[in-house]
């Protein structure tokens, strides 16, 4: 999936997708912003994972606050430099986010939301490992996915979307019980409340969980002191290897 955000929906056809959302998507949308930001205060460093063309990243951003956004499509990134101008304090970077080149300890927020953890469609143990990894004890990585009552908002989304030619048809046989699937290759899945517990717990790490404006799973996982030397569970560091 990463594959297809860098080739077929990246830059301003990803940026399409926003324009064309229903308004009930735009609020989910912005709720999440608003989550966000509250969570964030007194981060002096931020890094978000897929940041597209800086939607999220460029409102996270203060003149108290570096925000770095990552990303694997070239188009997205360029898109993203040139919307936030010089002088604004994002940066944004081509990166794998599970293989981050930042040193251990450099940041205190990873943002990973609007079900990224789901859309990378990468081995969620090792994503959230990674970004667990960058960020200083004690700081938090914010993660969210679709809640299963928005579901009727998320496919009307995803329709437009198709209308608009942004991504293949809906395959209708294959879409449903959280999936949205097309034509084309696309697919968006879901996370449910007690899948994000069983990863946290597989990693050592506590996670609080809430719904945000009722469409959105919100977790806020936290690193305790000492997470590098003793994770808990099935999980191993040596798994790490790709980072």
Known sequence: MTTYYAQKLAGRRLERCYEVAPPRVRQYLEAEIRQILERIQGAGRVLELGCGYGRIATRLAAPERLVVGIDLATESIGLATTMAGSGHPCRFLLMDAIALAFPDDAFDVVVCVQNGICAFRVDQRLLLAEALRVIRPGGSVLVSAY???????????????????????????????????????????????????????DLGVPVNMSEVDGSSLFGEITRPPGWRDAPAGSFRRSQLSTS
């Open 147 to 201: 809640a299963e009552r928005f579901w009727s908002h998320r496919l009307a989304w995803f329709e437009a979307q198709a209308a608009e030619g942004l991504v293949g048809p809906i395959d209708r046989e294959r879409t449903g019980n959280g999936v949205i699937t097309c034509t084309d290759g696309f697919r968006s899945g879901q996370l449910a409340p007690d899948e994000l517990r069983a990863l946290c717990a």
